[in-house]
């Protein structure tokens, strides 16, 4: 476990999940909203998330946690040795999504980047939920298992699950 991607859908506990691995492992936590947006929450170019993607990934050990531009995503899960989705029922996102707003209107969200506003990213997480069917299905988890050939693949299904991952497959440095 050496070069991690984190994903899944929008109020899953990626954030929450990846920082927990940083910290029990030692290895450098990249959100990727913190390379996908400016400070004021503006989405940046491209080319220069693509650019500070790539440096990531040519670095020696990573956990990128989120999901970015289509293109990097596929890139990232080639690259890592661990693929870790967190896959849990819908109605969990919609609740957590709801709980980190209005805990957002008193403290930055885990992960959140800086300056953005916390109604644009909720109202933003909820469309993204509606669509992920289409994305985030059997066909999907098809491709990840072919792409997951010598890695490790997690599949998170339960708050359970979510919970206690750390302290079933992580070793602490």
């Not at 070069?3 to 990727?32: D, M, Q």
């Not at 661990?82 to 709801?98: A, F, Q, S």
């Not at 403290?107 to 300056?115: E, H, I, L, M, R």
């Not at 953005?116 to 909720?122: P, Q, V, Y």
């Amino acid at each position: 476990m050496n070069k991690i991607a984190v994903f899944g859908k929008p109020g899953g506990g990626k954030s929450t999940l990846s920082t927990r691995l940083a910290s029990a492992t030692g290895i450098k936590l990249h959100p990727l909203d913190s390379i996908e947006f400016k400070k004021n929450g503006e989405k940046v170019d491209l080319q220069k998330y693509e650019e500070a993607h790539q440096n990531i990934l040519s670095s020696g050990g990573w956990i990128i946690e989120g999901f970015g531009a289509i293109e990097s995503f596929y890139t990232r899960l080639e690259a890592a040795d661990t693929l870790i989705y967190i896959d849990l029922p819908y109605i969990v996102h919609y609740w957590w999504v709801t709980k980190r707003f209005f805990k957002g209107l008193f403290s930055t969200p885990v992960g959140w980047p800086d300056g953005s506003s916390i109604l644009k990213g909720t109202m933003q997480s909820y469309k993204v939920l509606k669509i992920c069917p289409l994305f985030w299905n059997d066909e999907f988890l098809q491709r990840l298992e072919k792409t997951a050939v010598n890695k490790s693949l997690y599949v998170i299904r339960s708050v359970n699950e979510l919970h206690s991952f750390i302290d079933q497959y992580v070793k602490y440095k």
